[in-house]
């Protein structure tokens, strides 16, 4: 079974707009981490923002916030004023467990695309 | 720079063949961590080794062998090399004391492979 699934392949929003990435897990330990990396076309994995499965408030850090609702188990990534450069495949991941130290499972990510 | 340092960055050679990837991990993390990316898909995760020992595996095939060396570098084997082996291949690295919102997970710039 998928533990972390992206459900929008593709992804259109005109610039200065905001966009929802959604990003649903899956698992059963109490204690988890939620991860965003955007890899532009380059190639390279940039981390976004992090989510505590024990945090109380949502993540925010600059445009990127995450909108956590851990009853149905989603993680959903907010881009506010949506820029040019934010044109990028955008992966949800998930630690399973305390330590950071266990692998990061990824989603099949989303491609967004902003028109200008 | 990320403080993970991949080489070599792009490869390319035939079936048949056998090459090497290699990782230095960000200084002072443990934890090296192997991933799959082939085109258009999310990050497969391959192997994850801790302080020299192999900690946890993936999606890892048999043809497919990694190490971790004393100094925390680790190398990634890759034999009987098939077209469907083309893939960017990451590797990052954590340290599992490190403060949540940098619970990094930090990634290379990955190596490019192409099987020819």
């Known amino acids: 079974a998928q533990k972390i699934t992206q459900t929008q392949p593709g992804m259109f929003v005109q610039e200065k707009e905001a966009v929802t990435l959604d990003c649903t897990y899956d698992?059963?330990?109490?204690?988890?981490?939620l991860f965003w990396y955007k890899q532009p076309s380059s190639g390279e994995m940039i981390f976004l923002i992090y989510?505590?499965?024990?945090?109380?408030q949502n993540a925010t850090e600059g445009r990127y916030s995450l909108n956590f609702q851990k009853a149905r188990k989603s993680a959903n990534l907010v881009i506010s004023a949506s820029q040019l450069g934010d044109s990028a495949m955008y992966f949800c991941?998930?630690?399973?467990?305390?330590?950071?130290?266990?692998?990061?499972?990824f989603g099949k990510g989303t491609r967004l695309s902003v028109i200008a | 720079d990320s403080g993970v340092t991949q080489t070599p960055k792009h490869l390319i050679t035939a079936t048949g063949q056998r090459v090497t990837l290699r990782c230095s991990p960000r200084?002072?993390?443990?934890?090296v961590y192997w991933y799959q990316q082939s085109l258009d898909q999310g990050l497969q995760f391959l192997i994850q080794?801790?302080?020299?020992?192999?900690?946890a595996k993936g999606n890892i095939l048999e043809r497919f062998s990694a190490q971790q060396f004393p100094d925390l570098h680790s190398e990634l084997n890759l034999s009987s090399l098939e077209l469907g082996d083309s893939a960017l291949y990451f590797c990052?690295?954590?340290?599992?004391?490190?403060?949540?919102?940098?619970?990094?997970?930090?990634f290379g710039s990955g190596t490019r492979l192409t099987v020819v």
């Open positions: 990052a690295s954590s340290l599992a004391q490190r403060s949540p919102e940098l619970y990094g997970y930090t």
């Open positions: 080794y801790y302080n020299g020992e192999e900690r």
């Open positions: 991941a998930m630690r399973e467990g305390r330590s950071g130290n266990t692998p990061l499972v």
């Open positions: 698992t059963s330990d109490p204690s988890y981490g």
């Open positions: 989510q505590g499965s024990y945090d109380q």
């Open positions: 200084s002072g993390d443990l934890s």
